[in-house]
Every structure is written in structure tokens, then in C-alpha cells.
């Protein structure tokens, strides 16, 4: 998300003009993209010593990468750096933005660096974000065209999703040939769509009689939330991905055994549908320094980072790779450390927290309203919310460097108090301008990132062993990363529980799906809260893509539109052009 989002959040077009009438009537991120002039992607592949024949174009200024690029040797020497940050506001506090600063900036002081990012769901894009390729001079370009369909990675997701319900349910029909004798009442797989639609969360399906098939409740979830996705994302090349798609878990029969997607003989063709979507994508940044971009799961419901081969395809090109993972530190950076570091065998040399003076003074207990107001003693009742986090990635054997997304509200006494706050905890801090300077203004941040990869002790310590027991899994998450007292389940969970174990499935590292606003399973509960019980309400689990879903509170995985979606604003004119993107 861009830095000068208004506390109206649901008013997008008090956003977008907001924006335009701030610092000195800057240009809106849209118009700041159309301005640059992007260079043809074939010279950006020679930044990173890649030859013409072995890009895939997708016109001038995008590519595909072919997996065999990735080299394990290269990997070992490259220097990987996480940004993540702190429990947001419903705006965002930047991260994508200052992870494409920080690019910039490691660039502009003569470091090699790109940056391999998540790709932006339509959902969120018609919705309330309007956009996820970064803000003001610290963008990926071309703008439109990633915010939009893209390579279509996300289409062969959802057609590849919805290939194994079509057969899931063909099969319930066909009482004769290979039927599975699937019980209808126990299937768990749903269609997706890349799209925010409520009306699509429950349905019933297969109306219409004996042409309809067996009518049966179901759903939608978003694009991004499927296991589709988390497969994508978690496959080490097409071999591992056809393998993962026949792992996914569809039911159980009428007599109680499981059923997969193998047994329908869905893996090949849906692994045949992403065989272009598996290559990561190749773009720029505004100031023509290279970005992958692949692969898009949230980090509330999913585990929020892109791809492994993403990020092992920038870590095979270039000395410094910056990557981001959702949300706080608690959800997108505490899975990318405990389940795509287990599956990959790699690790950041450092994290960067991202935190906002808005979002501290938010959990200090200011309003809403007045985040725009200075207001020192909220700032240093927030402090708790940055300093857990710290403590966390410090807890991960990893060294933390906070920056200072700077916002123009923002007031030197505020951001000389936040300084001085992380400083007295001895670590490292910045003010991030990379949303008004691009490189230039993240130059200092870039430096203090490498002094801390220099110090990196490389003592790396997970949440938990993968090998111990659900519920010693998810104490230690609860307690160490959210500071819980305790976890507790309900009579759903229970029952799910039991069935993870009766199945095998308990040996899979732990998704949380929790809200990203608070530590606790509850967005109202702000700062840093102590002496809660975490409550896991239900489980399910990605079986192909590896990992057990625990879900605490009322997560959704089909979001619905605000009452003024972004959809409202964005245009095109007679010749093209795309208007309303922020």
C-alpha cells in the first residue's frame, strides 16, 4: 500500500484526490508510472546477465523466466533480505513500497539488487486497495498491466482450481465408470474466482434436476486463498508441482477414506494448465532496476510470500534480493521463516520492520480521526506493538533494522521520539522516503541493511520443530510470537484435530490464519496485549501444498467489496489509457 492513504478508508476517492493535493501537488501513483518511459525488457535482462533467447516475452516490457536459471551455488552467496513490519492499519503501512525503495536504494550506492514481489489479487484492486505495485517513485512498472491480468498466472490458477471441482463433481454424478463413491456431503473443495464477491461465499450447486448433478452446499474462495495458489508458491519445479496437485485432499468416501486428487487423475492436467504460470515474471522498477514478480497469496489466510522459484531465481542473479512478506511480522514473516525457509533450505541475512508514526499512534490508542495530528505520548504507548515485533525477529536469531515509512503528517518531534525509542533497544533505524525520492531517498536504510548482513551471525532458530505435536506447534506460536498465555479449542477444532492425526497430516508445519490488525485472534485488540488465550475455532489443511491451516476468529477466504469499492474510479479512455489506480 501507498503512504498517504487518508483515515477514510472506505473512501477511495478521497484517497486518490487527497493524494494529488499532498506534498506540493505530487501526481497520483498511476500518473508518476504513466510518466516513465519503461525500457524494453530485454535490457533490463541484461542487468542481471540473462541473455535475449532466454526470456519469454509478454510484450516489451514483461518476461517469463525459465526454471533452469535457478543455480544452488549462486544461492548460497546471495544476500536474501525480508520486509516485513508491524500489525497494520486497514490501509497498509507500505511494505511493498519500501521493499521497492530499498532496491532502489541498495542500486543507487552501487550494490546489485532486485526485488521479487507477491503479484496483486483483482479482488483487492476493485476493492479498497486499488493497486499493489508499490507507490509514488518506489513502483514496478508497467503499473496497469500488473495490477490488471498480468502474464494471466492468476487465470491459470483459477482454471486449474476449477478443473478439479468439475471432475470432483462429475464423478459424484457418474454412478458407473471409476467412480470413487464420494460422499458429496464431505467435499471441501471450493471454486475460486480472483475476485471480492460475498454472494459467492455459500451456494448451493448442481441445481436443475439430472442434468444439474447432485445438488450439494458450496462456495467460492478468492484466487489468491486457494491451495492452488500455496502450491504454486511452495513447488520447486513442474515435477514437484504435478506431485503437490495430486496430494490435495478433496473428501472422504461414504465409508470414511480419504480421497485425493490423484485418484481423479486431475494432477497432470492441472499441473499441464500452469506450465507457463510456474516461471516467475520479469519487470522494473521506475528506476529501471530488475523485479520478479510471482505468485500472490495472502498472508492472513495463506502463507503470504511468492514464490520459492521467485526467490531463487533473484537470489541465482543477483547479490542482494528484497523480498516481502504480508502483513506483520506475527502472520507473513513468521511463515516465510518457519514454512517456506523449511521447504526451500534458504534464510534472510536480515529483516526490515516496517513501521508508520499513523499505525504506532493507532495502537497507542489514538482515534482514528487524529492520526494526522501530532500526538507524542500515543506514539510512545505504540512503541509496544514495534518493540514486540523486534523482539520476535530477534527471538528468529535474525537482525532486525526498523525504517521509518515517513508520511507527510508526520512531525520531527514524532519521528525524532521513534528514533530515539529504537535506538535505546539498540537497534538499527531509518527514515524510508523512498514513496517522495525513490533510491535517493532510501539510500541510508540501504546501507544500515548491509551493515547488518555484515554482523549476521547466521544462528538461525525456528518457532517450533515441525516433528512435535499440533498442539505443541501452536503453543509455541501463541506464546513466543503473539504472547499468549495460552491456546484454546473449540469443540470443532477438537474434532478436526483428531481427524489431522488420524490422517497423517500433523507432521506439516503450521498457517495461521488470524486477523493481521492485532497479536490476538481479535482486530479490535490494538498494542501489545497480555494474558489472552489464542482460540482456534476450526482446522483445515493443504495437503498438497504442505501445511495445516488453524483458523482463529472469522477468517474469510472470498472478501467482500467496501461500500465504495476502488472499481468506482478506475477508468480507461478511447485510446487505452487506464485512469483510477492508486
Known sequence: ?????????????????????????????????????????????????????????????????????????????????????????????????????????????????????????????????????????????????????????????????????????????????????????????????????????????????????????????????????????????????????????????????????????????????????????????????????????????????????????????????????????DLGAEKFLNIKCGYAGILPKCVVIVATIRALKFHGGADVKELKTENIEALKKGFCNLEKHIENIKGFGLPPVVVINKFYADTQAEIDTLINLVQDKGISISIGEGFEKGGEGMKDIADKVVNAIEKNTNNFIPTYNWNDSVENKLKSIAQKIYGANDVEYTPKAVSDLKKIYKLGFDKFPVCMAKTQYSLTDNPKITGRPEGFNLTIREFEFATGAGFIIPICGEMMRMPGLPQIPSAEFIDVDENGKISGLF
Open 1 to 329: 500500500m501507498n503512504n498517504l492513504q487518508p483515515i477514510n478508508f472506505q473512501n477511495n476517492f478521497t484517497k486518490f484526490a487527497a493524494r494529488k493535493r499532498i506534498i506540493n501537488k505530487m501526481l497520483s501513483d498511476i500518473e508518476i508510472a504513466q510518466s516513465i518511459q519503461p525500457k524494453h525488457i530485454k535490457s533490463i535482462a541484461e542487468k542481471i546477465n540473462l541473455s535475449p533467447e532466454q526470456l519469454e516475452y509478454y510484450g516489451k516490457f514483461k518476461a517469463k523466466l525459465p526454471l533452469e536459471i535457478i543455480d544452488e551455488e549462486k544461492i548460497k552467496k546471495s544476500n536474501l533480505i525480508l520486509v516485513t513490519a508491524i500489525n497494520p492499519t486497514p490501509a497498509g503501512e507500505g511494505k511493498t513500497t519500501m521493499t521497492i525503495g530499498l532496491t532502489e536504494g541498495l542500486n543507487k550506492t552501487g550494490r546489485k539488487a532486485m526485488a521479487v514481489l507477491r503479484e496483486p489479487s483483482l479482488g483487492p484492486v476493485f476493492g479498497m486497495k486499488g493497486g499493489a505495485a508499490g507507490g509514488g517513485y518506489s513502483q514496478v512498472i508497467p503499473m496497469e498491466d500488473i495490477n490488471l491480468h498480468f502474464t494471466g498466472d492468476f487465470a491459470a490458477i483459477e482454471k486449474a482450481n476449477n478443473l478439479l471441482a468439475a471432475l470432483i463433481d462429475n464423478n459424484i454424478q457418474n454412478k458407473k465408470d471409476n467412480n470413487l463413491n464420494i460422499d458429496p456431503r464431505t467435499v471441501v473443495w471450493k471454486r475460486v474466482m480472483d475476485m471480492n464477491d460475498r454472494a459467492l461465499r455459500q451456494i448451493i450447486i448442481a441445481l436443475g434436476g439430472k442434468n444439474g448433478g447432485i445438488p450439494r452446499e458450496s462456495g467460492f474462495n478468492i484466487t489468491a486463498a486457494s491451495e492452488v495458489m500455496a502450491i504454486l508458491c511452495m513447488s520447486k519445479n513442474l515435477k514437484d508441482l504435478k506431485e503437490k496437485c495430486g496430494n490435495i485432499f478433496i473428501g472422504n468416501t461414504y465409508e470414511g477414506r480419504p480421497v485425493f486428487a490423484r485418484e481423479l487423475n486431475a494432477h497432470g492436467a492441472m499441473a499441464a494448465m500452469l506450465k507457463d504460470a510456474i516461471k516467475p515474471n520479469l519487470v522494473q522498477t521506475l528506476e529501471g532496476n530488475p523485479v520478479i514478480i510471482h505468485g500472490g497469496p495472502f498472508a492472513n489466510i495463506a502463507q503470504g510470500t511468492n514464490t520459492i522459484i521467485a526467490t531463487k531465481t533473484g537470489m541465482s542473479l543477483s547479490d542482494y534480493v528484497v523480498t516481502e512478506a504480508g502483513f506483520g511480522a
